[in-house]
């Protein structure tokens, strides 16, 4: 599961059976969990963060959207 980015205590990463999906991230912190997808940038589900944490997620992967959806394809590009 490459880990694509670390802002503070968040991790920002994919799984590699993730292949199939539309491209999205998945962002961790602690015990909580979120995954947006990328194009557009929207919420898919999240266990444990509040509103205000996944606007803050939100605003985060829209900083770095770009730079995500490269990681993605250059991981699973064939």
């Known amino acids: 599961m490459p880990t694509v980015l670390r802002v503070g205590a968040y991790r920002f990463f994919f799984y590699a059976g993730d292949k199939n999906e539309p491209v999205h991230i998945h962002v961790e912190r602690d015990n909580n969990i979120a995954k947006f997808w990328l194009n557009p940038v929207r919420l898919q589900n999240s266990g ?31």
């Open 48 to 78: 444990g963060f509040n509103r205000k944490e996944l606007s803050t997620v939100q605003m985060l992967i829209l900083k770095h959207q770009q730079e995500m959806i490269e990681a993605w394809n250059e991981y699973f590009s064939d």
